[in-house]
C-alpha cells in the first residue's frame, strides 16, 4: 500500500457542486498538505495541518476548506465547485524532525465543466 | 519570499549521457533541499533530501549537491537511459516552525534511445 493515498484518483463535477478529495497516510507523520498543480503555475499550497487541532492556510486558499479528522487524514473540500478549480490536487505529508522530507500522495486529478 | 529556479526548462539528450540539472534559490536561510521526479500526470516521487548541513547526497545513478551559500543545487544524472524521462523538480524547504516547501517549475528531461 502506497504511503499517501488519496481519493477519487481523478473526478469530473459539474460547476456548483461541493466535492471532496480525501487523503490518508500511514507514514506516522504529523503534518499534512493539500498543494494543487497547474501548467506554468507549478505547485502551489492550499492548506496545511500540523495536527489535528492546527490549521493553516497556504498561498491559495480561497474557495476552499479543509477537515482533520484524524492524525492520519486530511480531506480537501471545495464547496461549490468553478472551472478555474481543474487541476492537479496533490497531498503531502512531512515529519517534524531534523530528517524533514515531504512524501506525496499520487494525485487527484479534479476537472469541473 | 523564496523563489526557485531551474534551468534548463527542457533537456533531450541521447541514452548513455551524463548531465546535470541546476537549482537555485533565493534565499539561502533553507532547512533542507529536496529533489522529485513527476511522470506525464502522476505523483511526485521524492528522489534525494539534502539537510542543510550537507553538501550532497547520492542514490545509484544520482547526485545532489547542495551549496547553501550560493544559493545553487545540481542534480546529476549518471549513464542516463529512457527510463529517466520526466520532470525534475527541485523544491527548498524554509526554516522557521513553517518549513513550507517552494518548489521551482521543473526541467522535462527526454532521454533518447
Not at chain 2, 523563489?3 to 536561510?29: K, R
Not at chain 2, 539534502?50 to 545509484?60: A, D, K, V
Amino acid at each position: 500500500d502506497a504511503d499517501v493515498t488519496q481519493t477519487p484518483r481523478n473526478r469530473i463535477t459539474k460547476t456548483g457542486k461541493r466535492i471532496m478529495l480525501e487523503c490518508s497516510q500511514t507514514k506516522g507523520h504529523d503534518r499534512m498538505y493539500w498543494y494543487r498543480q497547474d501548467p506554468g503555475l507549478g505547485l502551489r499550497l492550499i492548506y496545511y495541518s500540523f495536527d489535528v487541532k492546527d490549521i493553516n492556510k497556504g498561498e491559495i486558499s480561497d474557495g476552499y476548506s479543509v477537515s482533520r479528522q484524524a492524525q492520519a487524514k486530511f480531506s480537501l473540500s471545495l464547496e461549490s465547485a468553478i472551472p478555474n478549480q481543474t487541476a492537479l490536487y496533490f497531498c503531502a505529508t512531512s515529519d517534524s524532525g531534523i530528517f524533514y522530507g515531504y512524501t506525496f500522495g499520487s494525485g487527484t486529478r479534479l476537472t469541473v465543466v | 519570499k523564496q523563489e526557485v529556479t531551474q534551468i534548463p526548462a527542457a533537456l533531450s539528450v541521447p541514452e548513455g549521457e551524463n548531465l546535470v540539472l541546476n537549482c537555485s534559490f533565493t534565499d539561502s536561510a533553507i532547512y533542507n533541499l529536496q529533489w522529485f521526479r513527476q511522470d506525464p500526470g502522476k505523483g511526485l516521487t521524492s528522489l534525494l533530501l539534502i539537510q542543510s548541513s550537507q553538501r550532497e547526497q547520492t542514490s545509484g545513478r544520482l547526485n545532489a549537491s547542495l551549496d547553501k551559500s550560493s544559493g545553487r543545487s545540481t542534480l546529476y544524472i549518471a549513464a542516463s537511459q529512457p527510463g529517466d524521462s520526466a520532470t525534475y523538480l527541485c523544491a527548498v524547504i524554509a526554516g522557521g516552525s513553517a518549513r513550507q516547501l517552494t518548489f521551482g517549475s521543473g526541467t522535462q528531461l527526454t532521454v533518447l534511445p
